[in-house]
T-cell receptor
Framework: DADVTQTPRNRITKTGKRIMLECSQT?????MYWYRQDPGLGLRLIYY???????NKGEISDGYSVSRQAQAKFSLSLESAIPNQTALYFC???????????????FGEGSRLTVL | ELKVEQNPLFLSMQEGKNYTIYCNYS?????LYWYRQDPGKSLESLFV?????AVKQEGRLMASLDTKARLSTLHITAAVHDLSATYFC????????????FGKGTRLHILP
């Protein structure tokens, strides 16, 4: 099983619908991140969290919300999806804060979202 | 605001040639990362550079960091087709806002 699991892997929805992307991890990391990837734009940070009570906005948080339900779970929500939120979304964890950590990110397989 | 710029954004090269990808960032950084992404896949970590002058090598790839110039390079030696991928650098401002910001990526296409 993957250490960082994202569900769903693919989703097609309509404008105005509420969508939740879920991320769970078995790595025991405190830090979790949500990024979106668009062709030619690289990865852009949406939200990040250092523990259940520490959630921070990233570069492009407008139109998104997150919930850190537990150390292992970090969900991304689109309250009212719009077509320009069509993208590939990645969840990642970081080992920073753990002994011997070097801070590299460990990514899930991605969730491809299409908003019609 | 932290900005991370990579160049070139696209590179097509012949097998056997050497080339360098550049990553410039706009503010003081504590850590710099290089990642690789194959088409349709997730990202995997290549290197973590933690201090000025750091150099890491793995096979035909070598990464270096110059914190004074705010520049990291990823050098490819005698390229082979298997190195075709998109390469991203990312910068982490530890103990400030701790955001990890990515460059736009360099799409590397190595011709056999």
């Amino acid at each position: 099983d993957a250490d960082v699991t994202q569900t769903p892997r693919n989703r097609i929805t309509k404008t105005g619908k509420r969508i939740m992307l879920e991320c769970s991890q078995t790595k025991g990391h405190d830090r979790m991140y949500w990024y979106r990837q668009d062709p030619g734009l690289g990865l852009r940070l949406i939200y990040y969290s250092f523990d259940v009570k520490d959630i921070n906005k990233g570069e492009i948080s407008d139109g998104y919300s997150v919930s850190r339900q537990a150390q292992a779970k970090f969900s991304l929500s689109l309250e009212s999806a719009i077509p320009n939120q069509t993208a590939l979304y990645f969840c990642a964890t970081s080992d920073l804060g753990l002994a011997g950590a070097n801070g590299e990110l460990f990514f899930g397989e991605g969730s491809r979202l299409t908003v019609l | 605001e932290l900005k991370v710029e990579q160049n070139p954004l696209f590179l097509s090269m012949q097998e056997g040639k050497n080339y360098t990808i550049y990553c410039n960032y706009s503010t003081t950084s504590d850590r710099l990362y290089w990642y690789r992404q194959d088409p349709g896949k997730s990202l995997e970590s290549l290197f973590v550079l933690l201090s000025n002058g750091a150099v890491k090598q793995e096979g035909r790839l070598m990464a270096s960091l110059d914190t004074k110039a705010r520049l990291s390079t990823l050098h490819i030696t005698a390229a082979v087709h298997d190195l075709s991928a998109t390469y991203f650098c990312a910068v982490d401002r530890m103990n400030r806002d701790d955001k990890i910001i990515f460059g736009k990526g360099t799409r590397l296409h190595i011709l056999p």
